[in-house]
C-alpha cells in the first residue's frame, strides 16, 4: 500500500510565500509522474503542476509564480509557491502515478489548505 501525505499548507497574506510537501511511503513502488492539483470552493479541481524524470509543466496561472521539485531519494515532491494571490485559495491535493507489483495506479494525498488573504 502506497500512501501520500502532503504538509505546509497555511494563512498567508497576499504576495507571500508556501511551500507545499508531498510525502510518498510504502514499499516496493516506482513513481511514474506527480502533479499537484487545487481546489476551490464551487470549482472543479485543476493541474497547477506536474513533474516527470526531469521535465515539469504549468498552469498558465501559476507559471513564473510556482516551481515544482522532486527530491528521488526521499520520494517527496515540493512546490514552492511565490507571489501568492486570493485567487490561488484553495485545497491543494499531491497525485502520484504509482507502479507497483499490481501495475500502475494513481494515488491522491488527503489534501492542505491554502489560504491568501490579508
Known amino acids: 500500500q502506497v500512501q501520500l501525505v502532503e504538509s505546509g499548507g497555511g494563512l498567508v497574506q497576499p504576495g507571500g510565500s508556501l511551500r507545499l510537501s508531498c510525502a510518498a511511503s510504502?514499499?516496493?513502488?516506482?513513481?511514474?509522474?506527480m502533479g499537484w492539483y487545487r481546489q476551490a470552493p464551487g470549482k472543479q479541481r485543476e493541474l497547477v503542476a506536474s513533474?516527470?524524470?526531469?521535465?515539469?509543466s504549468y498552469a498558465d496561472s501559476v507559471k513564473d509564480r510556482f516551481t515544482i521539485s522532486r527530491d528521488n531519494n526521499n520520494n517527496t515532491m515540493y512546490v514552492q509557491m511565490n507571489n501568492l494571490k486570493p485567487e490561488d485559495t484553495a485545497v491543494y491535493y499531491c497525485?502520484?502515478?504509482?507502479?507497483?507489483?499490481?501495475?500502475?495506479?494513481?494515488?491522491w494525498g488527503q489534501g492542505t489548505q491554502v489560504t491568501v488573504s490579508s
Open positions: 510504502g514499499s516496493a513502488f516506482s513513481i511514474v509522474l
Open positions: 513533474i516527470t524524470g526531469g521535465s515539469t
Open positions: 497525485k502520484a502515478k504509482i507502479l507497483t507489483s499490481r501495475g500502475v495506479r494513481d494515488y
